[in-house]
């Protein structure tokens, strides 16, 4: 068997290669580099804030009773707001096609050549929704801010 090419008969597969050498670092990648701070593990007691990310997690590992109330109490808060304002949500919806339903003129009837049963998602349940998450969240917010400064200072450090 002839090589087909020239170089073929003193060919040698260099599977072992000496590494090359780094390349020089951009003068860019060293300022940014001289800027790193190094994070440390806290030592002091989770605020609110932080235990909220995680209750059940968080207050197991520091055993702080209080703040465990805290906590439930600010969940079991902010659950009764959301489910009373989702049984508004849906109590508004199945009543408006509880409507329609037992009234086809009700559903019949036509504003600007629209049918109200069509418009009825569109102007009410959609902004209706809107309104609730908006409200939702603004409450919420002012719970846990009311809770977080509610709580004694020395719990924040």
Known sequence: MTPQYQDDEDFELDLIREPEPPAEVPESIRAMRARRVPVEMPTGL????????????RARQHQQPAIQQTVRRLMRTQLRLAVSLMAWFIGVVVVGNLAFHFSPALAATRVIG????????????????IFLGWFYVGRATAQEQQVHYDQP?????
């Open 46 to 57: 989770p605020s609110v804030q932080e235990v909220l990310h995680n209750p059940a997690d």
């Open 114 to 129: 629209v049918p109200v049963e069509w418009l009825f998602p569109v102007v009410i349940v959609i902004p209706l929704l």
């Open 153 to 157: 200072q020395a719990a924040h450090s």
